[in-house]
């Protein structure tokens, strides 16, 4: 399913609640097909599948995190501040290349959520940027990454030394 087939979600069918008193099995299959729309008084109810309802409220979840996301890079690279205790605080460790590159690469996944299933892409690439931040922010671990006394070369293996083993 992708957000193309949702772009007409209320050109569904109308239903009476008393056609679906009457025919719950054929209102029911129809619903099978696509949403239904039932009508009582001045109140309007959908019926669809339940994995749609799931992909709808999924889809809604991802769409808030994106947008929060989003623009606390553009605040952050128009220079504002962002404190430690927003969830996503962590992005001003980044540079304005790297603020950029994460903001390309959340849009484009997102905007392809149309053509290949979402699954957890985006919360993937949120949480892989999410731990380069932690590890940039962690003064030893960035040592470590600067630290080059310590790195002896490794010598390839040859016969003599692996048949002593």
């Known amino acids: 399913m992708n957000l193309a087939t949702w772009s007409n979600a209320y050109s569904d069918e109308l239903i009476t609640a008393t056609e679906l008193n009457r025919q719950p099995g054929r209102v029911l299959d129809k619903a099978l097909e696509h949403p239904i729309t039932i ?7 959908a019926l669809l599948r339940r994995e749609e309802v799931t992909f709808l409220v999924k889809t809604a979840a ?31 460790v980044f540079d304005s290349d790297e603020l ?8 484009d996944t997102y905007r392809l959520a149309d053509t ?7 919360e993937y690439i949120i949480h892989e940027w999410h731990e380069s931040a932690l590890a940039i922010a962690n003064s030893k671990i960035a040592a ?13 293996p040859n016969s003599e030394n692996s048949a002593k083993l």
Do not use: C, M
């Not at 128009?78 to 605080?89: A, D, F, T, V």
């Not at 290949?116 to 985006?122: A, G, M, Q, R, V």
């Open 100 to 107: 950029q590159e994460f903001i390309a690469e959340v849009s």
């Open 62 to 92: 991802q769409g808030r995190t994106v947008f929060e996301v989003i623009n606390v890079a553009f605040r952050l690279l128009l220079g504002q501040k962002i404190g430690s205790e927003h969830p996503y605080g962590w992005l001003r």
């Open 116 to 122: 290949s299933p979402l699954e957890d892409k985006l």
């Open 144 to 156: 470590a990454f600067h630290d080059q006394s310590d790195e002896v070369p490794l010598t390839p």
């Open 39 to 45: 009508t009582r008084n001045d109140q309007a109810f």
